[in-house]
């Protein structure tokens, strides 16, 4: 399966969410948007978190990286982490390659879908992305 970014919702500050039905409830799937680490170049190092965690929309979840700066990730949504990419730290060029498919950080169980109405489609976030280049 290959995400399709026009697809997706996008969180301000660069994360991107794919949600599915799973078992009857609703799957998030997150991860950080091709714009954002182009903007962040050389990645070096990501600090994830543990499964079994709860996230709540806007609360930071870990960190990025990158020989520019240290950059904050950010939750798009409620809920419990239920699946985290744990290969990922060590293969930061493969994100840069391929952060929609390759490149998801984690999976989170929703709690409140409520979240998901505040993103942005893919194109108010182009239009934002460009805005703020």
Not at 115 to 126: G, I, M, P
Request: include cysteine; charged fraction near 25%; charge should be negative.
């Amino acid at each position: 399966m290959s995400r399709q970014p026009e697809k997706l919702l996008y969180a301000p500050s660069h994360e991107w969410v794919e949600t599915a039905s799973e078992g009857g409830d609703v799957i998030a799937t997150i991860g950080i948007s091709a714009f954002a680490i182009e903007q962040l170049t050389d990645l070096v190092y990501m600090d994830l978190p543990k499964v079994g965690g709860k996230v709540s929309a806007g609360q930071e979840f870990g960190e990025v990286e990158s020989v520019k700066a240290v950059s904050p990730l950010y939750s798009p949504v409620d809920g419990e982490i239920v699946a985290v990419h744990s290969d990922l730290p060590n293969q930061l060029d493969d994100l840069k390659e391929d952060p929609y498919d390759f490149g998801w950080i984690l999976k989170v169980k929703l709690s409140d879908e409520a979240a998901l109405a505040k993103l942005l489609d893919h194109a108010a976030y182009s239009k934002r992305c460009g805005e703020s280049a």
